[in-house]
Structures are given as structure tokens and as C-alpha cells.
């Protein structure tokens, strides 16, 4: 188990000045607070608060407490999770297995969520309506690892995260990525590293060919108006059947015109249906108007890819399918661990709350990624992930306070028992996420 011990903790409060400045409030009695349930500190009130200290033996008035969370009381919980954050990323741990023609070192799924904020906080979370927090992970699908984290203002763009997070891109890594990280400099820094990419490809991207009858100059050079031919999707998908993928090897896209692998997935007309809505719902709540190549070719999913020749192109959309999976990340901890739970409170609070919540994330992704390989291997049980982590959330504090003892083992059991009952996971028949 990666929890820090008493005295990483003791040292981390002493390094940042939280117990020199909180010397009512010991260490224990506040992660108590933090995690005795998720969301705690920001569902509750002041005065709920102080009185769930007092049944521990800690007296303290609500402007007392409230001054608890300052700029040390953030930067303890930020080093925590940080010292967290390296420990699991030096962990031997067992990975789950997919059905892939290549065995790749880790699936990487990086996304962005987006945290309300009381408008007060404008001023330090600018969002694009009123206060806002944008929050990029980025874990591994295999492990379960947290492998890059930012946290930033709500209104910033994707791109830059999506760059900054290839520092740690090791050879045979797999990224899954949606359309906000789509930029050719991204996959020629993963092409250099020898890692490879699934990403989906904006409806409006420009796909070339290799131009059939090219030219040359009397030197010998390519002519560049007669090197590369435009490849027409919307032209494409009209003798494509329903249902099936047709590939294209070599294509170059953007003015860079960069090579690439292109897989595109011509839909049911059901499926079809369902992306046309979510195209006008899009234009609905987001500024800018739709263009009309995405309704052109809204009968297809593209994707662009360097996964090589012997990985079939009908595998391509279905390893972007595990992509999905940080939506219910996502939704886990939004949803049960209540990070986007807000109230009028201040900066340091709020912040407080976040990385309780993150430290939380963090450790109850780990466990449950690491439980579903076991029911898998022990049980041949496929284990939902979101009933896992959010039993495993509600029990962090249980856990945390057991490590040393026999009860943790018996926690782990019950723990393990209850899942065997109401954590199997419904599996639907597996179809091409667009």
C-alpha cells in the first residue's frame, strides 16, 4: 500500500510550515476532516465542521478553523500528493491485459475537466463564464498510475498539456487523445520517442496522398504543387458500407503535411443519428459556429494513427475505446468524491478540498485498477470501475488509519467481498466509440 507513513507525514507538515502555523490541529485530526468522507470539507459548513473536531477532543471556533486552511495547509496536501504521486510511479504493479496485436509499455488516456467555481474566485480561476478550474490527468489504463497532472484556469486551452505531458513518454507507450490535443508537433514528438498514438482527426482536417503522376523540376526535385494530391472524404465515404473501416497507409495532413496512418469508420445510421445530435448540442453550448464539413461527414469516424501495418485498421477503433475510460474516471470523481462540490468559501479552502480530492483520486484509481486485475485473474470477474472506486473511496480514511494492523487485511476482505457482489461490471456489445 503507498500511503505515507506517520513521520513522511510529520516531515512534509514541518517543511511546509503546517504545523508551525495549525498548532491546534494536528496532522491526524486533519486528514480526519479531509477524508472521512468525500467532498467533506466543501459539503460542510463551518460550524458542521468544528463540531465534528469536537467529538475527537479538538475545541476550536469557526473564524479559528477557518484559518486553518491558508497557504501551508495547501502546500502540505500538494506535497503530500506529490510524495504519493512519485511513490506509485516507482511501484512494481500488474497490469491488466487487452486484446492488442502489440504489447505496449503503458495505455496513456490524457483529458481535461472542468471545475465550477464560486465567482469570487474569478480573479484566480479565470473560467470562460464567471470562476472556473480546468484539471488535466493523465493515467494509465493498464496500472492505473496517475502519470501527469495540472491543474489550471478554467478558460485554458488543451494543446500546451498535451504537449507538456510527453516529457515522460517512454518507447512502446500507447496515447489515446481526443480532438482538444490534436496538433502535428504532438505526434512528431511521439513518432521521435518511438511511442504510438490513437487520436481522433477534426472534420475539417486536410488529408493529402501521395499525388499519382508527380513532377519534377529539371534538378530533380518534386515539383510541390504536383507532390501530393487532396484526399476528399466526404467523396470517400459514399462507397463505404455501413458498419465497416477502410484505411489509407501514407496520408499527410495540415500544412506541414505530415504522414500519418488514417483509419476512418463509416457509421450505422443509428450511430449516425446519435453523432448528428451530440454535433447540434456542441453548437448549442459552445461559442462559434458549427462548420459545415462536420455535418458532412458525420457518417464517419477518422483517426489518425502510426500503429503499424500489422495492426489490423479494424483495431484502431477499438483500442480508442479505452479512451472512454477517463470519462468515468471523470465521473467517479465528480460524481462520488464531489471535487466540483462547491460553496462560498475562500481560495485556500477550496484549494484544500481540491487536492484532498486529488490525493483521493489518486489512491482510489490505484486500488481499484489493482483489484480489477486480481478478480480478473482470481475470479475471472470483470469488475466495474466505477462502483470499485467509489466503495474504495468511501473506505481511504478506514484504510489509511488501518495499515499497521490486522485490520486492514480484514477491511481489504470485506472490501473485496462486497465487490464480489455488487461490482460486476455490465458489458455491453463492444462497438466503434465516435
Same mark, same amino acid.
Given at each position: 500500500?503507498?500511503?505515507?507513513?506517520?513521520? #513522511?507525514?510529520?516531515?512534509?507538515?514541518?517543511?511546509?510550515?503546517?504545523?508551525?502555523?495549525?498548532?491546534?490541529?494536528?496532522?491526524?485530526?486533519?486528514?480526519?476532516?479531509?477524508?472521512?468522507?468525500?467532498?467533506?470539507?466543501?459539503?460542510?459548513?463551518?460550524?458542521?465542521?468544528?463540531?465534528?473536531?469536537?467529538?475527537?477532543?479538538?475545541?476550536?471556533?469557526?473564524?479559528?478553523?477557518?484559518?486553518?486552511?491558508?497557504?501551508?495547509?495547501?502546500?502540505?496536501?500538494?506535497?503530500?500528493?506529490?510524495?504519493?504521486?512519485? $511513490?506509485?510511479?516507482?511501484?512494481? $504493479?500488474?497490469?491488466?491485459?487487452i486484446k492488442s496485436t502489440i504489447d505496449?509499455?503503458?495505455?496513456?488516456?490524457?483529458?481535461?475537466?472542468?471545475?465550477?467555481?464560486?465567482?469570487?474566485?474569478?480573479?484566480?480561476?479565470?473560467?470562460?463564464?464567471?470562476?472556473?478550474?480546468?484539471?488535466?490527468?493523465?493515467?494509465?489504463?493498464?496500472?492505473?498510475?496517475? *502519470?501527469?497532472?495540472?491543474?489550471?484556469?478554467?478558460?485554458?486551452?488543451?494543446?500546451?498539456s498535451g504537449i507538456k505531458r510527453l516529457?515522460?513518454?517512454?518507447?512502446?507507450?500507447?496515447?489515446?487523445?481526443?480532438?482538444?490535443?490534436?496538433?502535428?508537433?504532438?505526434?512528431?514528438?511521439?513518432?521521435?520517442?518511438?511511442?504510438?498514438?490513437?487520436?481522433?482527426?477534426?472534420?475539417?482536417?486536410?488529408?493529402?496522398?501521395?499525388?499519382?503522376?508527380?513532377?519534377?523540376?529539371?534538378?530533380?526535385? $518534386?515539383?510541390?504543387?504536383?507532390?501530393?494530391?487532396?484526399?476528399?472524404?466526404?467523396?470517400?465515404?459514399?462507397?463505404?458500407?455501413?458498419?465497416?473501416?477502410?484505411?489509407?497507409?501514407?496520408?499527410?495532413?495540415?500544412?506541414?503535411?505530415?504522414?500519418?496512418?488514417?483509419?476512418?469508420?463509416?457509421?450505422?445510421?443509428?450511430?449516425?443519428?446519435?453523432?448528428?445530435?451530440?454535433?447540434?448540442?456542441?453548437?448549442?453550448?459552445?461559442?462559434?459556429? *458549427?462548420?459545415?464539413?462536420?455535418?458532412?461527414?458525420?457518417? *464517419?469516424?477518422?483517426?489518425?494513427?502510426?500503429?503499424?501495418?500489422?495492426?489490423?485498421?479494424?483495431?484502431?477503433?477499438?483500442?480508442?475505446?479505452?479512451?472512454?475510460?477517463?470519462?468515468?474516471?471523470?465521473?467517479?470523481?465528480?460524481?462520488?468524491?464531489?471535487?466540483?462540490?462547491?460553496?462560498?468559501?475562500?481560495?485556500?479552502?477550496?484549494?484544500?478540498?481540491?487536492?484532498?480530492?486529488?490525493?483521493?483520486?489518486?489512491?482510489?484509481?490505484?486500488?481499484?485498477?489493482?483489484?480489477?486485475?486480481?478478480?480478473?485473474?482470481?475470479?475471472?470477474?470483470?469488475?466495474?470501475?466505477?462502483?470499485?472506486?467509489?466503495?474504495?473511496?468511501?473506505?481511504?480514511?478506514?484504510?489509511?488509519?488501518?495499515?499497521?494492523?490486522?485490520?486492514?487485511?480484514?477491511?481489504?476482505? #470485506?472490501?473485496?467481498?462486497?465487490?464480489?457482489?455488487?461490482?460486476?461490471?455490465?458489458?455491453?456489445?463492444?462497438?466503434?466509440?465516435?
Amino acid at each position: 500500500m503507498i500511503f505515507c507513513r506517520p513521520i #513522511e507525514l510529520a516531515k512534509i507538515a514541518k517543511d511546509t510550515k503546517f504545523i508551525q502555523r495549525n498548532r491546534q490541529l494536528s496532522v491526524i485530526n486533519f486528514f480526519e476532516i479531509l477524508f472521512a468522507e468525500p467532498g467533506n470539507i466543501a459539503k460542510k459548513s463551518l460550524t458542521e465542521l468544528c463540531l465534528s473536531l469536537s467529538s475527537v477532543g479538538v475545541t476550536i471556533s469557526k473564524q479559528g478553523f477557518d484559518k486553518k486552511f491558508n497557504e501551508h495547509s495547501v502546500a502540505f496536501l500538494k506535497a503530500v500528493f506529490l510524495a504519493l504521486f512519485t $511513490i506509485q510511479m516507482k511501484l512494481s $504493479i500488474d497490469k491488466t491485459k487487452i486484446k492488442s496485436t502489440i504489447d505496449f509499455n503503458t495505455v496513456r488516456i490524457l483529458d481535461g475537466t472542468s471545475i465550477k467555481l464560486a465567482k469570487k474566485l474569478e480573479v484566480f480561476y479565470p473560467g470562460t463564464v464567471d470562476a472556473g478550474a480546468k484539471c488535466q490527468i493523465e493515467f494509465d489504463y493498464l496500472t492505473g498510475r496517475c *502519470i501527469y497532472v495540472e491543474i489550471q484556469a478554467g478558460k485554458a486551452g488543451d494543446s500546451a498539456s498535451g504537449i507538456k505531458r510527453l516529457e515522460s513518454l517512454q518507447k512502446n507507450d500507447l496515447i489515446l487523445q481526443d480532438l482538444g490535443y490534436f496538433q502535428y508537433k504532438l505526434f512528431e514528438k511521439v513518432d521521435e520517442k518511438k511511442a504510438f498514438y490513437v487520436s481522433r482527426a477534426p472534420a475539417d482536417t486536410m488529408f493529402y496522398v501521395d499525388h499519382p503522376n508527380p513532377r519534377y523540376h529539371k534538378d530533380g526535385t $518534386i515539383m510541390k504543387k504536383y507532390a501530393y494530391e487532396r484526399l476528399y472524404l466526404e467523396e470517400e465515404l459514399k462507397t463505404m458500407k455501413r458498419g465497416t473501416t477502410r484505411e489509407y497507409l501514407k496520408v499527410y495532413f495540415g500544412s506541414a503535411r505530415y504522414p500519418t496512418r488514417l483509419v476512418i469508420y463509416r457509421m450505422t445510421v443509428e450511430q449516425q443519428k446519435r453523432q448528428e445530435e451530440r454535433i447540434k448540442r456542441r453548437g448549442q453550448t459552445k461559442p462559434g459556429k *458549427i462548420k459545415q464539413k462536420s455535418y458532412d461527414v458525420s457518417s *464517419i469516424s477518422i483517426y489518425i494513427t502510426n500503429l503499424p501495418e500489422k495492426v489490423p485498421a479494424e483495431e484502431v477503433p477499438e483500442l480508442y475505446r479505452y479512451r472512454w475510460q477517463v470519462e468515468l474516471v471523470f465521473k467517479s470523481w465528480k460524481s462520488d468524491m464531489k471535487v466540483d462540490f462547491y460553496r462560498d468559501m475562500k481560495k485556500e479552502r477550496w484549494e484544500c478540498h481540491f487536492y484532498a480530492e486529488l490525493i483521493l483520486l489518486l489512491l482510489s484509481l490505484l486500488i481499484t485498477y489493482q483489484l480489477r486485475v486480481y478478480f480478473k485473474e482470481e475470479k475471472d470477474f470483470i469488475l466495474s470501475e466505477r462502483i470499485t472506486m467509489n466503495e474504495v473511496s468511501k473506505r481511504i480514511w478506514k484504510i489509511w488509519q488501518a495499515r499497521d494492523q490486522l485490520e486492514w487485511e480484514n477491511l481489504i476482505n #470485506e472490501l473485496i467481498k462486497g465487490l464480489a457482489r455488487l461490482g460486476r461490471k455490465n458489458i455491453k456489445k463492444i462497438k466503434p466509440r465516435h
